[in-house]
């Protein structure tokens, strides 16, 4: 069953703290996506990589950055968690080209205190 | 820039058809697709249709597409308790295999026994 892992479902964080985020695909997929997910605002996508050690910005990427070491990991990093960064966090993979249905993970729910 | 508009929530009664409506700006793209979060879930991809079709069928679900107006709406027939879940539009945009897809708020869909 082929699937988009999330290493935490839920994680409480201090202000301040250094946080990382896991994702890891089993599909070979060339793509990846970090997005969060706050009631009334959809989704709103924080950085997305076409391919390894690539990534590009999204909508919202201040206080985030990424890594994607290989092909299927791509990890997001809050350098200094604040409270306003509490949320839900979606990561998604899928192929390259113009059919490019997303394969969505479980979530990470983080609360920042 | 791009943009997908949904209404935020629809309630039905159980047995009945529910009608999901959608619009999006980018009349150029290639895909169009309807995902659905159940609760505490990440999305999952329900069903997609190409612009160059109007109407795609699956059992229960139906989408329709109308590129003019860049209308696009899902219809649940027969809808149950089951079906009670968030359910965005998305889009992919321009002409570009790696333009990431644009998502809806998403429409919170409750149904009543």
């Known amino acids: 069953d082929v699937k988009v892992t999330q290493s935490s479902r839920y994680l409480v964080k201090r202000t301040g703290e250094k946080v990382f985020l896991e994702c890891v695909q089993d599909m070979d997929h060339e793509n990846m996506f970090w997005y969060r997910q706050d009631p009334g605002l959809g989704l709103r996508l924080i950085y997305f990589s076409y391919d390894v050690k690539m990534k590009e910005k999204g909508d919202i990427p201040e206080g985030y950055s990424v890594s994607r070491e290989k092909k299927e990991r791509f990890s997001l990093i809050l350098e200094s968690a604040s409270t306003n960064q509490t949320s839900m966090y979606l990561c998604a993979s899928s192929r390259g080209g113009r059919s490019r249905g997303y394969t969505f993970g479980s979530g990470t729910r983080l609360t920042v205190v | 820039g791009e943009d997908v508009e949904q209404s935020l929530f629809l309630s039905v009664r159980e047995g009945d058809s529910s009608v999901i409506n959608c619009t999006y700006t980018d009349s150029s793209s290639t895909y169009l697709y309807w995902y659905k979060q159940e609760p505490g879930a990440g999305l999952q991809l329900l069903t997609y249709?190409?612009?160059?079709?109007d109407m795609k069928q699956d059992q229960r679900l139906t989408v329709l597409l109308n590129k003019k107006d860049k209308h696009l709406s899902l219809r649940i027939a027969d809808t149950q308790t089951g079906d009670s879940a968030i359910y965005f539009c998305a889009e992919s945009p321009r002409n570009s295999g790696n333009t990431p897809l644009v998502f809806g708020k998403g429409t919170r869909l409750s149904v009543i026994a």
């Open positions: 249709i190409f612009s160059n079709m």
